[in-house]
């Protein structure tokens, strides 16, 4: 296993990071935001990133993808992560993707995959049901009925919600094991309600009401849903921890610019200890963060049966240097950090919000515990 | 030699040659071979296996053959590293003479220095111990001032250093002195090779917090070296001192993941787990859960900084990062066992060897981020050559 990049993957960080930064740098998502965009994200750079073959980075070439793999994703929402991108790439690209990867029947691959790619739909991933991240806390059910499945439950704050056309949603069958069923956003007894959250992003509540589907909704093509299930959700939380540690990067590289050119007493501020000690050990937290992080990546790609307790421990660690890393930002802006004008907010508000999602640190911790047997 | 021939012939080697007793792992400070004039060896077993493995070069496998060692490839030493830990060898041999002297030598010395002095410390002949810190310069390690006047074609030495780790069991020191006094403070000072026989070198154990004392003072009163026992130039001593901090920091690093108790095994040992095995007081789970995931993410950094370094990338100032969180880290996971043990980890002294060694090893490793460079200093480098903040 190697932490460090190949040229491919760095030609892949690179052409990432010019390109985010030319077309959707922090000014493009403020005025998504400014604009109360009914998405939450811009879809023609969505198409874009379709183009550059972002989209199929999970899918296997035969479904028209590029299969580069979980650590090319998580470099892709790192650099998105330093220019606060929104975008379905982490719910579509890598959560439906892998779920249709390892669960998908092949007609369901065939079906579901080019659209991916395409970047002809936006498809959520709906597993939690309460306010904090468990996925045993499932009362969702979808049930047999006749040939088809009836679908009853409800859903919170589904990523990209707003802007879905399809979710994959985690149930429990008459047996009370996990299981996926693909749903139509437009289907009779789906109703949904867009949560504007903290970060400017467009989740959607989704109830499911006695929701009638075909058989083939199901995604039964795993011969172990659960595990499945579990790999999927690993998956995205090595990649949203990418995600928080690109914010935690650009948050730390603006703010250490900032404090060499403010000056106070007539000297820059980034001149006194107390200032210093703090950027150091900052620094040494994001270098923990970004090891951990990539260990996590690689091992889904490498040995995914390893993959558990690194995913978890990559997740807790990027949540609370991306939080540490922001909200020290803001301390050492001072005033300015606190209004709307300066980024480093917006950098604390998606450090908060990408903690949250699929598991905190608290819960990273909690799962470690476990995963290590004491 | 193909990697894989050179790792089979080893194996085949050391399983022919490695004691019984030297495959089980070292249960304390007790059990390393140090090494030197006065050594006593705790049995055969230890005997023979320095000498086997010094006979190969392996006591310190990538210095050259001509010096004692095994002249091996970064990597044909890392085969063997692999190895020896597959069938759980122990080290043959621990010294500030590998760690520290060696690379400096290697580096800075002369060829008769070298000659003199390298075959001597790989065949655990001859301990070192380090003169730099003094009661007047600690942090500031540059203000010392044991002062040595040239007289002749010998340096006369007077002054006094503090924390020499070992000084009452060593047979040589290599020391920092000042022997040019009207050079600007970082320019005056000699890295000086004194055996400790010479008359005038005296030391003095200092007892611990932890009971122990692997700290001594070392005094020179009027003791004599040879001018050719400086290393490099005269003046040139603090360029090699920076130096050999960089694997003084390495060594107590590595320290930080090496094995000991940890705060899982400590809550056993205490009977504070539940009937699966569950640590039983929920918030202590927790903390140990955020220490384990900081392991996991240091480790990770280990092996990082190690690929960049093999891709050319240097390691530099990240060693500053390394100690820094290392050390923090290794203090923690001690902080922690002592939580996990409860009153148990109170014990001073008992029946049992190991009575007492948990709250030993847990005031041991206070220093851990004092010695070879506070953490304060660490930063305070970061600060400045990694990040380039401005000076105050």
Same mark, same amino acid.
């Given at each position: 296993?190697?932490?460090?990049?190949? +040229?491919?993957?760095?030609?892949?960080?690179?052409?990432?990071?010019?390109?985010?930064?030319?077309?959707?740098?922090?000014?493009?998502?403020?005025?998504?935001?400014?604009?109360?965009?009914?998405?939450?994200?811009?879809? +023609?750079?969505?198409?874009?990133?379709?183009?550059?073959?972002?989209?199929?980075?999970?899918?296997?070439?035969?479904?028209?993808?590029?299969?580069?793999?979980?650590?090319?994703?998580?470099?892709?929402?790192?650099?998105?992560?330093? !220019?606060?991108?929104?975008?379905?790439?982490?719910?579509?690209?890598?959560?439906?993707?892998?779920?249709?990867?390892?669960?998908?029947?092949?007609?369901?691959?065939?079906?579901?995959?080019?659209?991916?790619?395409?970047?002809?739909?936006?498809?959520?991933?709906?597993?939690?049901?309460?306010?904090?991240?468990?996925?045993?806390?499932?009362?969702? !059910?979808?049930?047999?009925?006749?040939?088809?499945?009836?679908?009853?439950?409800?859903?919170?704050?589904?990523?990209?919600?707003?802007?879905?056309?399809?979710?994959?949603?985690?149930?429990?069958?008459?047996?009370?094991?996990?299981?996926?069923?693909?749903?139509?956003?437009?289907?009779?007894?789906?109703?949904?309600?867009?949560?504007?959250?903290?970060?400017?992003?467009?989740?959607?509540?989704?109830?499911?009401?006695?929701?009638?589907?075909?058989? +083939?909704?199901?995604?039964?093509?795993?011969?172990?849903?659960?595990?499945?299930?579990?790999?999927?959700?690993?998956?995205?939380?090595?990649?949203?921890?990418?995600?928080?540690?690109?914010?935690?990067?650009?948050?730390?590289?603006?703010?250490? +610019?900032?404090?060499?050119?403010?000056?106070?007493?007539?000297?820059?501020?980034?001149?006194?200890?107390?200032?210093?000690?703090?950027?150091?050990?900052?620094?040494?937290?994001?270098?923990?963060?970004?090891?951990?992080?990539?260990?996590?990546?690689?091992?889904?790609?490498? !040995?995914?049966?390893?993959?558990?307790?690194?995913?978890?421990?990559?997740?807790?660690?990027?949540?609370?240097?991306?939080?540490?890393?922001?909200?020290?930002?803001?301390?050492?802006?001072?005033?300015?950090?606190?209004?709307?004008?300066?980024?480093?907010?917006?950098?604390?508000?998606?450090?908060?919000?990408?903690?949250?999602?699929?598991?905190?640190?608290?819960?990273?911790?909690?799962?470690?515990?476990?995963?290590?047997?004491? | 030699?193909?990697?894989?021939?050179?790792?089979?012939?080893?194996?085949?080697?050391?399983?022919?040659?490695?004691?019984?007793?030297?495959?089980?792992?070292?249960?304390?400070?007790?059990?390393?071979?140090?090494?030197?004039?006065?050594?006593?060896?705790?049995?055969?077993?230890?005997?023979?296996?320095?000498?086997?493995?010094?006979?190969?070069?392996?006591?310190?496998?990538?210095?050259?053959?001509?010096?004692?060692?095994?002249?091996?490839?970064?990597?044909?030493?890392?085969?063997?590293?692999?190895?020896?830990?597959?069938?759980?060898?122990?080290?043959?041999?621990?010294?500030?003479?590998?760690?520290?002297?060696?690379?400096?030598?290697?580096?800075?010395?002369?060829?008769?220095?070298?000659?003199?002095?390298?075959?001597?410390?790989?065949?655990?002949?001859?301990?070192?111990?380090?003169?730099?810190?003094?009661?007047?310069?600690?942090?500031?390690?540059?203000?010392?001032?044991?002062?040595?006047?040239?007289?002749?074609?010998?340096?006369?030495?007077?002054?006094?250093?503090?924390?020499?780790?070992?000084?009452?069991?060593?047979?040589?020191?290599?020391?920092?002195?000042?022997?040019?006094?009207?050079?600007?403070?970082?320019?005056?000072?000699?890295?000086?090779?004194?055996?400790?026989?010479?008359?005038?070198?005296?030391?003095?154990?200092?007892?611990?917090?932890?009971?122990?004392?692997?700290?001594?003072?070392?005094?020179?009163?009027?003791?004599?070296?040879?001018?050719?026992?400086?290393?490099?130039?005269?003046?040139?001593?603090?360029?090699?001192?920076?130096?050999?901090?960089?694997?003084?920091?390495?060594?107590?690093?590595?320290?930080?993941?090496?094995?000991?108790?940890?705060?899982?095994?400590?809550?056993?040992?205490?009977?504070?787990?539940?009937?699966?095995?569950?640590?039983?007081?929920?918030?202590?789970?927790?903390?140990?859960?955020?220490?384990?995931?900081?392991?996991?993410?240091?480790?990770?950094?280990?092996?990082?900084?190690?690929?960049?370094?093999?891709?050319?990338?240097?390691?530099?100032?990240?060693?500053?990062?390394?100690?820094?969180?290392?050390?923090?880290?290794?203090?923690?996971?001690?902080?922690?066992?002592?939580?996990?043990?409860?009153?148990?980890?109170?014990?001073?002294?008992?029946?049992?060897?190991?009575?007492?060694?948990?709250?030993?090893?847990?005031?041991?490793?206070?220093?851990?981020?004092?010695?070879?460079?506070?953490?304060?200093?660490?930063?305070?480098?970061?600060?400045?050559?990694?990040?380039?903040?401005?000076?105050?």
């Amino acid at each position: 296993m190697s932490f460090v990049l190949n +040229d491919e993957e760095q030609m892949l960080r690179d052409s990432a990071r010019s390109f985010l930064s030319e077309t959707a740098p922090v000014t493009a998502f403020r005025k998504l935001r400014d604009d109360n965009n009914p998405d939450g994200f811009s879809r +023609d750079l969505w198409s874009s990133m379709a183009e550059m073959g972002w989209t199929g980075i999970l899918v296997e070439e035969g479904h028209g993808g590029v299969e580069l793999g979980v650590f090319a994703a998580g470099l892709l929402l790192q650099e998105m992560g330093r !220019t606060l991108t929104p975008s379905p790439f982490l719910s579509t690209a890598v959560l439906a993707a892998t779920a249709l990867r390892v669960a998908g029947s092949d007609a369901q691959k065939a079906k579901w995959l080019p659209k991916i790619v395409s970047g002809g739909t936006v498809i959520g991933f709906a597993v939690d049901e309460r306010a904090r991240h468990n996925p045993e806390h499932i009362n969702t !059910t979808a049930k047999k009925q006749g040939n088809g499945l009836v679908l009853n439950g409800t859903k919170r704050f589904v990523a990209n919600g707003a802007a879905a056309d399809a979710v994959i949603v985690v149930a429990r069958n008459e047996d009370g094991a996990p299981c996926l069923v693909l749903v139509d956003c437009n289907q009779k007894g789906v109703t949904r309600k867009a949560r504007r959250t903290v970060d400017s992003h467009l989740p959607a509540d989704f109830t499911f009401e006695d929701v009638a589907l075909d058989g +083939d909704a199901l995604l039964d093509g795993a011969e172990d849903t659960e595990g499945a299930l579990k790999h999927i959700l690993d998956v995205g939380r090595a990649c949203v921890a990418a995600e928080s540690l690109g914010v935690a990067e650009q948050a730390f590289d603006v703010t250490i +610019d900032y404090i060499k050119n403010r000056e106070q007493f007539g000297v820059p501020i980034a001149s006194f200890q107390g200032l210093q000690h703090r950027a150091a050990h900052l620094l040494s937290e994001i270098e923990m963060a970004r090891s951990i992080v990539m260990k996590a990546l690689r091992t889904l790609d490498e !040995t995914p049966s390893q993959a558990p307790i690194w995913a978890a421990a990559a997740k807790a660690k990027a949540t609370a240097v991306s939080r540490l890393a922001t909200s020290e930002g803001i301390q050492m802006f001072g005033g300015v950090g606190m209004t709307d004008e300066y980024d480093i907010g917006l950098y604390y508000k998606r450090a908060q919000a990408a903690g949250e999602f699929l598991g905190d640190d608290a819960w990273g911790a909690g799962q470690v515990a476990k995963l290590s047997g004491y | 030699m193909s990697l894989e021939t050179f790792r089979k012939e080893t194996r085949d080697w050391l399983e022919a040659n490695c004691p019984p007793g030297m495959r089980v792992p070292a249960k304390g400070e007790a059990d390393i071979c140090w090494g030197g004039r006065n050594w006593t060896f705790a049995s055969d077993d230890q005997r023979i296996w320095l000498e086997r493995m010094a006979e190969r070069g392996w006591t310190v496998p990538t210095w050259p053959k001509e010096y004692g060692g095994g002249g091996l490839s970064k990597e044909e030493a890392f085969v063997l590293k692999e190895e020896m830990k597959a069938m759980k060898a122990r080290s043959p041999l621990d010294s500030f003479g590998i760690w520290m002297l060696g690379p400096a030598l290697l580096k800075y010395g002369s060829e008769e220095q070298k000659r003199e002095h390298l075959p001597k410390i790989a065949r655990g002949e001859i301990r070192w111990c380090q003169g730099y810190s003094e009661p007047g310069a600690g942090s500031d390690l540059a203000s010392l001032r044991t002062k040595g006047v040239l007289d002749g074609d010998e340096y006369v030495i007077n002054g006094q250093k503090v924390w020499t780790s070992y000084a009452d069991k060593s047979d040589w020191i290599f020391a920092l002195v000042r022997t040019e006094a009207d050079a600007p403070k970082h320019l005056g000072i000699s890295f000086i090779l004194i055996d400790m026989e010479t008359p005038g070198v005296s030391t003095k154990p200092i007892k611990l917090i932890s009971g122990k004392s692997p700290f001594c003072e070392t005094f020179f009163d009027d003791a004599r070296a040879p001018v050719s026992n400086v290393v490099g130039k005269p003046g040139q001593g603090w360029d090699i001192a920076k130096y050999l901090l960089s694997h003084e920091r390495a060594g107590i690093v590595s320290d930080a993941v090496s094995g000991g108790l940890n705060p899982v095994g400590a809550a056993h040992l205490a009977g504070e787990v539940d009937e699966n095995g569950q640590i039983a007081d929920p918030i202590l789970r927790g903390d140990v859960a955020r220490l384990t995931i900081d392991a996991l993410a240091f480790e990770s950094t280990l092996r990082r900084v190690k690929d960049e370094a093999d891709k050319g990338e240097g390691v530099g100032a990240k060693a500053s990062i390394l100690k820094y969180v290392g050390t923090e880290l290794n203090k923690r996971r001690h902080e922690l066992n002592m939580s996990a043990l409860g009153s148990d980890g109170l014990l001073w002294e008992g029946e049992k060897e190991e009575d007492g060694e948990a709250a030993r090893s847990w005031l041991r490793s206070r220093a851990n981020s004092i010695e070879g460079g506070t953490s304060e200093i660490q930063l305070n480098i970061v600060a400045k050559r990694v990040l380039e903040l401005p000076g105050s």
